[in-house]
């Protein structure tokens, strides 16, 4: 099966610019999860869908950032406008279960903010 | 608050020289301790799921153990394709879907 796609890899933007990443889960998982490493801290929670509701966002670090889930499918992560905090490596995840089997990870979008 | 905390931060192994990672955690109503692999450039791949004190899964010469505190990852005569980054990442019974994660063990193993 295919596995976690994301785009784009590697994405360098201005401050105060916009930008769109993009993920394509397994087929058939409903459960879709973001996380975020920063350089130099451990992978962190941003938020969880079933489908195409929001299960968690609390890891969101703020309104900034917007995610949606067009009918439980690929999944956006817009920044708007990007800080240079928010630079870092964004991965999704996909999973058909919570908790089940671990999650498959995308290879990852790697931000930088200048 | 909750924490999970690798050691070492980086281990040098010579090829076939057997070692342990540790993965310790604080975390209420675990649900599930994950072990992942990362290399360069990817994502986590998925290694282990323990959901209880006792288990133990093996893989190659991977084998993970958990006990009420802590989890630990062996690796038996390592190769340098066992070079990467490990991850270890727990699951809350009462945040289910979240996984926390610690920093992880950069593994070199040198021929």
């Known amino acids: 099966e295919a596995g976690v796609t994301q785009f784009p890899s590697h994405s360098v933007i201005e401050k105060g610019q916009t930008v769109t990443l993009r993920c394509d889960p397994i087929?058939?998982?409903?459960?879709l999860y973001w996380y975020r490493r920063v350089m130099g801290k451990e992978i962190k929670f941003l938020l969880h869908?079933?489908?195409?509701?929001?299960?968690?966002e609390s890891g969101m670090p703020n309104n900034r950032f917007l995610a949606e889930r067009t009918g439980g499918t690929y999944s956006t992560l817009k920044v708007q406008p990007a800080e240079l905090e928010d630079s870092g490596v964004y991965f999704c995840?996909?999973?058909?279960?919570?908790?089940?089997?671990?999650?498959?990870f995308g290879s990852g979008t790697r931000l930088t903010v200048v | 608050e909750d924490q999970v905390t690798q050691s070492p931060e980086a281990l040098r192994l010579q090829e076939g020289e057997s070692s342990s990672l540790n993965c310790s955690y604080t975390v209420s109503g675990l649900r599930g301790l994950f072990w992942y692999r990362q290399d360069p450039g990817k994502g986590p791949e998925f290694l282990f799921t323990?959901?209880?004190a006792g288990e133990e899964k093996e893989k190659e010469r991977l084998k993970a153990t958990l006990t009420k505190k802590e989890s630990f990852l062996h690796i038996t005569a390592p190769k340098p394709e066992d070079s990467a980054t490990y991850l270890c990442a727990v699951l809350r019974g009462s945040t289910l879907g979240r996984l926390y994660f610690g920093r992880g063990t950069q593994l070199t193993v040198w021929p």
């Open positions: 869908f079933v489908k195409e509701s929001k299960q968690d």
């Open positions: 323990l959901y209880s």
């Open positions: 995840a996909s999973s058909h279960e919570v908790a089940a089997y671990g999650y498959t």
């Open positions: 087929s058939g998982h409903d459960n």
